[in-house]
């Protein structure tokens, strides 16, 4: 899932300094939401369950299907290595020790406006988060990695591709942990992240109405911060029409 459907809603200046604020606040209560429920589940995503032996860790004990786990794996490394990141095909088992520690980071794309000689800018998401195993390699350094902000480090670029799959294989391999985050009002899908290669990533999404403005109000805006950036807005009444997912599942059970 890589179309993001953005709604443009026209707005101005004065709504859009009073949802800016709400947004902000919205968005900071989500990601500390967000942090407390990864820490609670983190014993749940232990990478020993879906990779057994093929896995560095303290416990060598056989796990059924890591096998086809594993394969995999290496299935889903090898068609994204070479390109962009330039790393060997080959999974070396077994695989680094992989901390069970979920991290999250805000949902970023780049939007071209119209208008604006192809200008690109860094749209924020306050709402959306992709989620991975922690590693020496987040997302932020990984993509420095590849613009040339910081030197290649091929071990640490694996490690990161690896958590990120691992996660992904993880939630297909036991749904019911995938069930668990939509309990919780998360939906959860796959994001493929454009300048990583199309790497992917699971992405949870709070169950909240963003919007954006149209390109010219946003060129304004940023024309006027000198920072090729802006945040989705969490629509006036989002939070109002929140929907209930376990009032539609039973809805539709009883149907």
Do not use: W
Not at 6 to 26: G, H, M, N, V, Y
Not at 30 to 46: D, K, W
Not at 63 to 85: H, M, T, V, W
Not at 168 to 190: C, G, H, M, N, W
């Amino acid at each position: 899932m890589n179309e993001l459907n953005i709604p443009r809603t026209d707005l101005d200046s004065q709504e859009f300094l009073e949802l800016r604020q709400a947004t902000d606040k919205i968005s900071s209560f989500l990601g500390q939401r967000l942090r407390e429920h990864l820490t609670t589940l983190r014993p749940l995503f232990i990478p020993r369950k879906l990779l057994g032996t093929y896995i560095k860790s303290s416990s060598q004990q056989e796990i059924n299907g890591s096998d086809k786990a594993f394969a995999e794996l290496q299935e889903r490394f090898s068609a994204i290595c070479e390109s962009p990141f330039q790393l060997p095909k080959r999974l070396q088992a077994p695989l680094p020790a992989m901390s069970n520690v979920l991290e999250y980071t805000p949902l970023q794309y780049e939007l071209a406006l119209d208008g604006d000689n192809g200008k690109s800018i860094t749209i924020t998401s306050p709402t959306r988060f992709l989620i991975s195993y922690q590693s020496e390699c987040p997302l932020e350094r990984l993509q420095g990695m590849l613009s040339g902000k910081e030197a290649k480090q091929t071990d640490d670029m694996r490690q990161a591709l690896i958590c990120h799959l691992s996660l992904v294989l993880l939630l297909e391999y036991f749904p019911a942990l995938k069930s668990l985050l939509e309990d919780l009002r998360y939906q959860v899908d796959i994001y493929e992240i454009p300048d990583l290669g199309n790497l992917p990533a699971i992405m949870i999404t709070a169950p909240l109405t963003t919007f954006l403005p149209p390109d010219k109000f946003i060129t304004e805006v940023t024309q006027l911060s000198g920072i090729p950036a802006f945040q989705e807005i969490v629509a006036q009444d989002a939070v109002e029409n929140m929907p209930d997912l376990l009032k539609a599942e039973l809805q539709k059970s009883a149907a």
